[in-house]
């Protein structure tokens, strides 16, 4: 489980709302290049989905919940 509350918060969106999604431990100090493309300062959570990144958590929050509404309209159809 993450330790960083931000982190945490992503987390669990993302489980609650069912999305599929990869979970990576990051080393502090090794960072991954993918890691350092989305947030060049290495700091997570950080999200990439296709050409769009972020790493800010309530932007993520709000990423994860219009996903999981657009998702619902596409199975509702």
């Not at 993302?14 to 090794?30: R, S």
């Not at 950080?46 to 993520?60: F, I, K, N, P, Q």
């Amino acid at each position: 489980m993450p330790c960083s509350p931000f982190v945490q918060r992503v987390w669990i969106a993302l489980e609650v709302k069912g999305l599929n999604y990869q979970y990576i431990e990051v080393d502090p100090y090794k960072k991954p290049e993918a890691l350092l493309e989305v947030n060049p300062r290495g700091l997570v959570p950080a999200l990439r989905h296709g050409d769009w990144g972020c790493y800010e958590s309530t932007v993520l929050m709000e990423y994860v919940r219009l996903r999981h509404r657009m998702r619902m309209q596409i199975t509702d159809s």
